[in-house]
């Protein structure tokens, strides 16, 4: 699976958007963009995939540029309970490898 | 919304005890996963398992540990002979595909610490 490149960590301040940066340049064409949180030292929590096109839920939205080498997450009004780290995975099939992640910190 | 259980929470054990952790998937998943997680350090993949069988297994999943579907709800991950490097988070995780396109989704986890 490819690998992916995040920031140590960001901080957010609350109400506002918070975008996630991921790089992912050996990016295959068959291979998914995955993202996952973890609060504290619960469950990874699953938040969004795509393949190629933007994709959003009740969550967030996951934006993928055209050459599928970097995409942002992004949740749109960031609360205080969204402070967590998050995870950017690029995956084919079968198990998830989970790098260090991206620490967000929302402010209040 | 269905969810994946674990049990129990948290589990303390000596060194050298066997311990079995318990995790119920989501009903209509066919797909079960065990990572672990020490503390500070990443979520890692253990061991995958299908149709009653092992599918695919990490350099850490060596003969101490061993998984069971013993009935139609449950799945579990046992240890033999527990060492204090075992020490760690254990996630369950199901799906109910094993395509790219089908997320996993994971229990709460069980804290193991072995003293």
């Known amino acids: 699976d490819a690998k992916t490149t995040q920031p140590t960590s960001m901080d957010c301040a609350e109400g506002r958007a918070a975008n996630l940066p991921c790089n992912h340049s050996t990016i295959s064409g068959n291979e998914y963009v995955y993202w996952y949180r973890q609060i504290h030292s619960q469950g990874p929590q699953y938040i969004i995939h795509?393949?190629?096109n933007n994709e959003t839920n009740e969550m967030a939205s996951l934006i993928i540029t055209e050459d599928r080498k970097s995409s942002t997450l992004i949740l749109p009004h960031a609360t205080l309970r969204d402070t967590a780290v998050y995870y950017c995975i690029v995956r084919v099939v079968g198990q998830f490898y989970f790098g260090t992640g991206t620490s967000l910190t929302v402010i209040p | 919304e269905p969810e994946v259980t674990q049990t129990p929470s948290h589990q303390v054990t000596q060194m050298g005890q066997e311990v079995i952790l318990r995790c119920v998937p989501i009903s209509n998943h066919l797909y079960f996963y065990w990572y672990r997680q020490i503390l500070g350090q990443k979520v890692e993949f253990l061991v995958s398992?299908?149709?009653?069988?092992?599918?695919?297994k990490s350099e850490i999943f060596d003969d101490q540990f061993s998984v069971e579907r013993p009935d139609g709800s449950n799945f579990t991950l046992k240890i033999r002979s527990t060492k204090l490097e075992d020490s760690a988070m254990y996630f369950c995780?199901?799906?109910?595909?094993?395509?790219?396109?089908?997320?996993?989704?994971f229990g709460p986890g069980t804290r193991l610490t072995v003293t």
């Open positions: 795509g393949l190629k």
């Open positions: 995780a199901s799906s109910e595909a094993l395509a790219g396109w089908d997320e996993q989704y």
């Open positions: 398992f299908y149709n009653n069988e092992i599918s695919e």
